[in-house]
C-alpha cells in the first residue's frame, strides 16, 4: 500500500549538491514507528545506507557521511529530502529513498531509485 517515489536532477556538477525529493503515499511519515531513509548505490558496487529521519522528525546520518549531508522533511507534503553537498564523481549512484521499522535495517517498502551523476 506505501509508495515511494523519488525525483530531483539527475546531473549535478562536481563541489555542488545533490537535491532528491522523497514523496510517499498510501502511508503518513508521521507514523509510529517508521523510519524514513535514504540508501545510494554506486555503479557496479552495493548499497550503501546514508541515513533517515523518523516519525518525530529525528534525523540520523552515517558517520562517513554526516559532514556533508542533511535529511528533513515537509509533512504537509508527506515528503522527505536529501541534501549531499560538496560532491565528487565517486557519489554517482542511483539512491533510493525506503521505508524502514529500525534506523539502519528492514526495509519494507523501496522506490524505484533515481540515478544522479556528477560530472562536469
Known amino acids: 500500500q506505501v509508495q515511494l517515489q523519488e525525483s530531483g536532477p539527475g546531473l549535478v556538477k562536481p563541489s555542488q549538491t545533490i537535491s532528491l525529493t522523497c514523496t510517499v503515499s498510501?502511508?503518513?511519515?508521521?507514523?509510529?514507528?517508521?523510519?524514513w531513509s535514504w540508501i545510494r548505490q554506486p555503479p557496479g558496487k552495493g548499497l550503501e545506507w546514508i541515513g533517515y529521519?523518523?516519525?518525530?522528525?529525528?534525523?540520523y546520518v552515517s558517520p562517513s557521511l554526516e559532514s556533508r549531508t542533511s535529511i528533513s522533511r515537509d509533512t504537509s507534503k508527506n515528503q522527505f529530502t536529501l541534501q549531499l553537498t560538496s560532491v565528487i564523481p565517486e557519489d554517482t549512484a542511483v539512491f533510493y529513498c525506503?521505508?524502514?521499522?529500525?534506523?539502519?535495517?528492514?526495509?519494507?517498502?523501496w522506490g524505484k531509485g533515481t540515478l544522479v551523476t556528477v560530472s562536469s
Open positions: 525506503a521505508r524502514a521499522t529500525t534506523g539502519t535495517s528492514g526495509m519494507d517498502y
Open positions: 498510501g502511508g503518513s511519515i508521521t507514523t509510529d514507528y517508521y523510519y
Open positions: 529521519i523518523n516519525y518525530v522528525g529525528v534525523t
